[in-house]
């Protein structure tokens, strides 16, 4: 079973992050879950659902979870396999240590290994208005090999719900960590 590296960190946009984790495991992937500790209460904040109630309901041989202290975690290391890690949704401080090497958690040590392991990094930023820094942190991001993917959903499918723009963004995302697309949205036509 292929597995996945999903980091939520404390950036607005939890609903990304819930269902990256919904659709990896709905189509058979296993997921390495690391949330931030701000990124659980942002999760309980904009869900209003108990981030441990959400993670119970998950099944427990498909989703491992780790602490974002836990540097001594699997995915610490580049010898354990896995397809690739997305960040959903990224903060802007997350991508700034990611892009500096400073692994102070291990969302940031996870990035950094899948990066030295030329695996795929998608960064699922989700900041706006953009500042100077963030603008030189994307580029850095994409010169060290990470793919960043603004939470930005697109309008020529025609979507009538938010689960429609949520599933447009995280498909777009899952495409670059998994190679190949899931179906969630409606592409391009005339």
Same mark, same amino acid.
């Given at each position: !079973?292929?597995?996945?590296?999903?980091?939520?960190?404390?950036?607005?946009?939890? #609903?990304?992050?819930?269902?990256?984790?919904?659709?990896?495991?709905?189509?058979?992937?296993?997921?390495?879950?690391?949330?931030?500790?701000?990124?659980?209460?942002?999760?309980?904040?904009?869900?209003?659902?108990?981030?441990?109630?959400?993670?119970?309901?998950?099944?427990?041989?498909?989703?491992?979870?780790?602490?974002?202290?836990?540097?001594?975690?699997? #995915?610490?290391?580049?010898?354990?396999?896995?397809?690739? !890690?997305?960040?959903?949704?990224?903060?802007?401080?997350?991508?700034?240590?990611?892009?500096?090497?400073?692994?102070?958690?291990?969302?940031?040590?996870?990035?950094?290994?899948?990066?030295?392991?030329?695996?795929?990094?998608?960064?699922?930023?989700?900041?706006?208005?953009?500042?100077?820094?963030?603008?030189?942190?994307?580029?850095?991001?994409?010169?060290?090999?990470?793919?960043?993917?603004?939470?930005?959903?697109?309008?020529?499918?025609?979507?009538?719900?938010?689960?429609?723009?949520?599933?447009?963004?995280?498909?777009?995302?899952?495409?670059?960590?998994?190679?190949?697309?899931?179906?969630?949205?409606?592409?391009?036509?005339?």
């Amino acid at each position: !079973m292929e597995r996945v590296v999903v980091g939520i960190t404390g950036a607005s946009g939890s #609903i990304y992050g819930k269902r990256c984790i919904e659709v990896l495991v709905s189509k058979g992937y296993g997921v390495e879950l690391v949330v931030s500790e701000v990124g659980k209460k942002v999760f309980e904040y904009e869900l209003q659902i108990p981030f441990n109630r959400f993670v119970s309901s998950l099944p427990e041989d498909l989703v491992n979870v780790y602490s974002p202290e836990d540097l001594f975690a699997p #995915i610490s290391s580049g010898s354990y396999p896995v397809k690739g !890690m997305v960040v959903i949704p990224c903060s802007a401080g997350t991508l700034g240590h990611i892009v500096s090497g400073s692994t102070v958690n291990l969302i940031h040590r996870a990035a950094d290994v899948n990066l030295k392991e030329k695996r795929p990094v998608v960064l699922v930023l989700r900041e706006t208005p953009l500042n100077r820094v963030h603008a030189e942190n994307i580029l850095k991001a994409i010169d060290v090999g990470a793919t960043v993917l603004p939470a930005s959903p697109a309008f020529y499918g025609r979507p009538k719900t938010v689960e429609e723009l949520v599933d447009f963004v995280v498909d777009r995302a899952l495409t670059h960590v998994l190679g190949r697309g899931l179906g969630l949205f409606r592409g391009w036509t005339l």
